[in-house]
């Protein structure tokens, strides 16, 4: 437990703040749609780069000196379309939250989405295989380290997804979805100027 709080405390607070990824889970959830495979998605991807830091590949951007700035460009153009297809969801409007939970992208094309809102966004490698691997090495069970960062995830994702559940009703509303698309446009574009000045 002295390894497994903290990679959990420290886990959780990294992907608390809204980004890309939850954005989009948080959308998802509230449309009721795919909600079990965007969580999953979300919480595997983590495990997998926890544990890619937990072993110690941490040092792969030095090693690969263009790894980040293709990562970092890639993700920036790819937040910048994101965010423009959320603007233009904003300026039409119109849209409710379905009683039926249907949502407007099939299975294939929300996960294509999601991964690569989460594999395109450099700052998920510098969270979970840098910081979260360095970290975990001032631990004598790095494992256990690695395993309370990788519940964290599953515990943040499920309740995040299933969780906008509660909001359905502020959603019903035409207006609630202008302005959540613009929020998640706004993000997208912040972060993808955050990685171009970087």
């Avoid at 959990?8 to 009721?32: C, E, M, P, W, Y």
């Avoid at 964290?152 to 009703?169: D, I």
Wanted: hydrophobic fraction near 55%; glycine fraction near 10%.
């Amino acid at each position: 437990m002295n390894a497994f709080l903290p990679g959990f405390a420290l886990s959780l607070t990294l992907i608390l703040a809204i980004g890309a990824q939850n954005a989009f889970v948080l959308r998802q959830g509230l449309r009721k749609s795919h909600v079990f495979w965007v969580c999953l998605t979300c919480a595997v991807s983590d495990a997998a780069l926890i544990a890619a830091g937990v072993a110690g590949f941490g040092a792969l951007g030095q090693a690969v000196p263009w790894f980040e700035p293709v990562m970092r460009y890639g993700g920036a153009a790819f937040l910048i379309w994101y965010g423009a297809q959320n603007a233009l969801s904003a300026w039409r409007g119109g849209e409710v939250l379905e009683a039926d939970g249907a949502g407007p992208l099939t299975l294939r094309r929300t996960l294509l989405t999601l991964l690569a809102l989460t594999w395109l966004n450099p700052h998920v490698y510098l969270d979970t295989v840098v910081l979260l691997g360095s970290i975990s090495a001032q631990y004598d069970n790095r494992l256990a380290f690695g395993v309370g960062a990788v519940t964290a995830s599953f515990v943040f994702f499920f309740s995040l997804g299933y969780g906008a559940r509660l909001l359905s009703p502020l959603f019903a509303k035409p207006r609630s979805w202008q302005i959540l698309d613009g929020l998640i446009a706004l993000t997208m574009w912040a972060i993808a100027a955050k990685l171009l000045l970087m």
